[in-house]
């Protein structure tokens, strides 16, 4: 009996954005299924984020950013 479950990906190579994706993983030689556990992980960090303040206006508005480290540039919100 394995310990691994097999989830698969299928791609339309006629569409653009998808045949481009493709060229790019084979051109730089990404491993597949790690690339995609690496997104997945990431967006599981970002949805379980507690949502951090990052700008207060003089307004009283805020500028919420959810699960960014990096604040973004700064910038007046009215």
Partial sequence: MS?????SVSF????????????MMETEKIEFATYVKELIFIDMERRNAPLKIVQRSKNGGIKIVVGSNTPPPSQEIV
Avoid: R, S
Avoid at 3 to 7: E, F, S, T, Y
């Fill in 3 to 7: 310990n691994k479950k097999v989830k």
């Fill in 12 to 23: 339309n190579i006629t569409n653009q954005k998808e045949k481009e994706f493709l060229e």
